[in-house]
């Protein structure tokens, strides 16, 4: 049975930080590019940072420098360290799960955390 649980969401001043974390389990996590994604309401929902299976990370414009994505495979756990966060970044937080290119395996989505960042 597949799960992909977020947590550490919450409502935090703006300038504040908060630390989201993703726990997996059910599928193979370390050949897995892991991603977080983000929906405010009446938007669409947009990749905030994506880390690869070998590490290598990249972020939205608007978070580069303020956020930063980490895994530990030991602990088949995907992590978004949010720094200076701001109203904009209002948003439910959704853990991604990308499955390998060219590969039978399914893409696996949380069900997501709220952040709220007020002014």
């Known amino acids: 049975q597949v799960q992909v649980v977020e947590s550490g969401g919450g409502t935090v001043q703006a300038g504040g930080s908060l630390r989201l974390s993703c726990v997996a389990s059910g599928f193979v996590f370390s050949i897995y590019a892991m991603g977080w994604y983000r929906q405010a309401p009446g938007k669409q929902r947009d990749l905030v940072a994506r880390?690869?299976?070998?590490?290598?990370?990249n972020y939205q414009d608007s978070v580069k420098g303020r956020f930063t994505i980490s895994r530990d495979n030991a602990k088949n756990t995907v992590y978004l360290q949010m720094n200076s966060l701001k109203p904009e970044d209002t948003a439910v937080y959704y853990c991604?799960?990308?499955?390998?290119?060219?590969?039978?395996?399914?893409?696996?989505w949380g069900q997501g955390t709220q952040v709220t960042v007020s002014s």
């Open positions: 991604f799960a990308e499955r390998p290119r060219d590969s039978l395996y399914s893409d696996y």
């Open positions: 880390i690869s299976r070998d590490g290598i990370t």
